[in-house]
């Protein structure tokens, strides 16, 4: 099992007369991740929210009105995720007559993961593969060679179809692009919002993270394309068609925004089965 401790703080100065907030912070509830602990603290304390959760995917969206001024949102969690393992060559594709109709919204073309144009190209690269969860990372791969990570090279708008050109971009991007291509495979693919835990600190400081989940053998398994987070110690927190479902905060309003601060860190203890989160060769799941 692996025990996390997360620590987001957010901060942002309203103008008149107001603005709404939506925020996907808090760690998702699913079979395999757990969330025993957790606190929220919004100031000022006269904001209105409340926390909304989803009955399907265990992600919760925090809705907020806040007044003009100084706007402050912590949130803390302790999260123990205990992965679903398999065998890479075990795992099979899900013929598209079997996926179930919540999955198969999965396989079309969304607004920044346009599979359809990438068809062509997808089926000549990846569809002579055997068909698996080995094709799944072999797509993985494929964008992890051929896409630079570089901050500040895309922005909120940027999609698979313009990564696929320029080659570089930050984690969402990474993840767009191998949606687009696990979907022109008629593999369903979704993108997952969630933090870099063992990303190289010249990357900077902690982050949200964005990765890739395809559903394989009836089960969502997860990946990183970005290769930028040790996947085993990626902590979920919303699930969506692509970007725009997942954003940690979107806000309806004039709104002046600092960067978030996150810290998460792991927590060790042999006696209680607590380990370091470290890369493995097996399929992991946490939905």
Known sequence: ?????????????????????FFY??????????VPEETLRIT????????????????????????????QV?????????????EPADIPEVPVHALPL????YVYPSRYCQSDKLAYFAQK??????????????????????????????NASTSALETMVERVGVC??????????CRACNMPARIVT????GADPALGPPDFHAYVEVYLGHCWYLFDPSGAAIPMGMLRLATGHDAADVAFSTIFGCVLSEAPTIHIRAEHDEARNWQWPVHTHLALSTA
């Open 102 to 105: 919540d999955v198969l919204a």
């Open 25 to 34: 912070i808090h760690a998702a509830r699913t079979r395999h991740q757990h």
């Open 44 to 71: 000022p304390d006269s904001s209105e929210w409340q926390v909304q959760p989803s009955p399907n995917s265990g992600e919760r969206c925090l809705r907020l009105r806040a007044r003009p001024g100084a706007l």
């Open 194 to 197: 969630g933090t870099d835990y």
């Open 172 to 181: 969402r991007d990474f993840a767009h692009l191998m949606i687009a291509l």
């Open 125 to 154: 690269e990846f569809g002579h593969l055997p068909m698996g969860y080995t094709r799944a990372q072999a797509i993985c791969q494929w964008v992890q060679r051929h896409v630079t990570f570089r901050s500040n090279t895309s």
């Open 74 to 86: 912590q949130y803390q969690a302790t999260v123990e995720i205990d992965h679903h393992m398999a």
């Open 1 to 21: 099992m692996i025990r996390l401790h997360l620590q987001v703080n957010l901060a942002y100065t309203v103008q008149a007369p107001g603005a709404d907030f």
